[in-house]
């Protein structure tokens, strides 16, 4: 406590000293404008890209900046538990409204607490700026006090990062920093910003555009390669269109409805792109990949025309790729970033562009071409494959399955809600029954697989869309990862509801102990629980247990009831209970394993 | 296939940490990398000489293009290119050796930059192969001390680097 008061202290003088004298660069500019502190700079900077919510977190680094939000008026901060929620809720905020999270946090430690958010962004293609504070300019490099090098640290896991060593430089670099993180393949950009360059005075002027000679995405697809996709889509024998997170970050899920509709080609999502085609339309045929249905799996393995938009083929989409490359198939990829393309599996026509533009391209060609393409033999093996049922589970009316619970939550949210989950068993169920008729409602980490995610996540969408229905579909493992955000729930009095399917396991590591370690559950049983009813309670929240599968329905439909209310409900569950379809890792498509009740079954 | 990358880049700290970095954690294999401000101060050029499959070389070249400092890459390999690398060699040259140093350093057209009472110093511009064929050509057991550049590399004629 000493150590902080004593440096906020020097840091103090330090400032003053500055103040004192004005840096050379105030003696060069004409003070036309009055000049402003850095930090002061920061707060109208994120008010002109018109940010709502701050998720963040104060320090020492970052009081300067605090105590201009304490005088401002435009965007309002939202104060977190824990960093790593910060970044989380900024990220879930993105993905559900499309525009940029932004996240705050001090130097040190609250750098290094935002990292695992910045990471889950950076893997799933997200939009953040999180701005961090840093040692005053002087002390960089002496292992200050909470110094830590946050442009080194996070290099791997930003799309861009920024250290601002001069007040004249913020606002610049605040504005291509919002840039870089929206355009192009999206993703987390960190701006780092020493203590003492937030106290400096610059004269405030925002650029109104960027450019960067270094820096151009590409927006329009070659109409050339797009004319080749059209050809090859309509002369294909057993098309499918394969779409990801890409299609629901670029805005182009309209666009790709129209065109299947007109072609009346089957369509898959992976877990990164669900929503991208409403789930309930007959041209469906599921998620694909580790746990995809088997219709979504044999359709992707058997096409002779791929299309994949948004989508990168990664291992838990294909698995093995040698096995994938063993049917010979045309593969059309539309990707905004190009080294996404042919970096698992070879293209035949890339197509580097927007997403939405390219497909409405495709769309006006194939309004023009007038033709269509009769794929009936195709269908009906398709419903052959959909015949075998992959999705089935056996219900119990002794014991809960987690299934059901999905099932449920989907009726009775009629299939609206915004649905985080976190990581495990319980969003693989969350992915496979609950059915997303549109994009942006399904809200999870595909790539980094981050448990702790669910509650921040939830928080995020509630902010983005306050009287949207919330659910965090979470296991008692991962929502203990988080769990301080309870707090943050009851002081913005956010309506969440979470659905914790509670089977006392680190279910997804005892799935995978059960297959491949002999039913060695080496420190897989989650002891020790609380009493999440109380737990919630504590917080003034509504907590509520149930065990009996007659209840669940009659449960959420209470929960759902409390509209102004945060309700934890901890679900009893069927602690065996597996994931299935599965594939496991480093097999193929075609080494697909189903549940025991529809007969184990390998194609070959 | 080993190929030689060019690119420019912004002068700006922290860039060739980013390539460095790209290299490492990706697992791409970087032989030499050299690094150096150009006639116009804003922008730093590098040559990179790697080694891989024509799919991680493709890889290789995409990435880099996605880091946001990079402005240009070229990969000197699809057209015609020169590429030189600098070596300084300290070779024992004592009685036995002396002679046979001076001839190996007129016939690779290196020139000796200092002399000791045992030893010389040897400047040698090349190829990479050329500096390798050198220090195969001379007696293993004379080599003191050796350090090299790394690869610079340029297109023939009308390739051109430039923004
Ligand atoms: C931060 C983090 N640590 C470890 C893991 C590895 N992991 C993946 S799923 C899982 C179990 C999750 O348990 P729970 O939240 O109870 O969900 P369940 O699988 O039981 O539904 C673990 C430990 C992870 N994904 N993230
Ligand atoms: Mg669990």
Redesign the interface.
Known sequence: MFRVHHLIVKNQGFMDSQNNNPTSANKDVINTNPTITGAEIVIRCLNEEKVKFVFGYPGGAVLHIYDEIYKQNGFKHILVRHEQAAVHAADAYSRATGTVGVALVTSGPGATNAVTGIATAYMDSIPLVVISGQVPVPAIGLDAFQEVDMVGVTRPCVKHNFLVKDVKDIAATIKKAFYIAATGRPGPVVVDIPKDITAHLAEYIYPKTVEMRSYNPVLKGHSGQIKKAIKLLLEAKRPMIYTGGGLVLGDGSHELVKLARALNYPVTNTLMGLGGYPATDKQFVGMLGMHGSYEANMAMQNCDVLIAVGARFDDRVIGDPKDFLSKKRTIIHIDVDPSSISKRVKIDVPIVGHVQSVLSEMNELLAAENTSNDISAWWKQIDEWRGVKSMVYTNSDIVIKPQYVIEKLWEVTKGEAYVTSDVGQHQMWAAQYYKFDQPRRWINSGGLGTMGVGLPYAMGCQFADKNAQVACVTGEGSIQMNIQELSTCAQYGLPIKVIMLNNRYLGMVRQWQEFFYENRYSESYMDSLPDFVKLAESYGHVGMKITNPADVEGALKEAFAKKDKFVFMDFITDQDENVFPMIAAGKGLSEMVLKKDNKERHED | MKHIISLL??NE??AL??VA?LFS?RGYNIESLTVAVTEDPTLSRMTIVTAGSD?VI??II??L??L????KVLDLNDGKYIERELMLVKVKASTNFKDEMKRMCDIFRGRIIDVADNSYTIELTGSCSKLDAFLEAIDKTAILETVRTGASGIGRGDRILK?
């Not at chain 2, 946001?68 to 402005?71: F, L, P």
């Open positions: 880049m912004e700290a922290g940490s980013r970095g954690a799919e493709e890889q995409k990435q293009n996605k946001v400092d990079v402005v923004i």
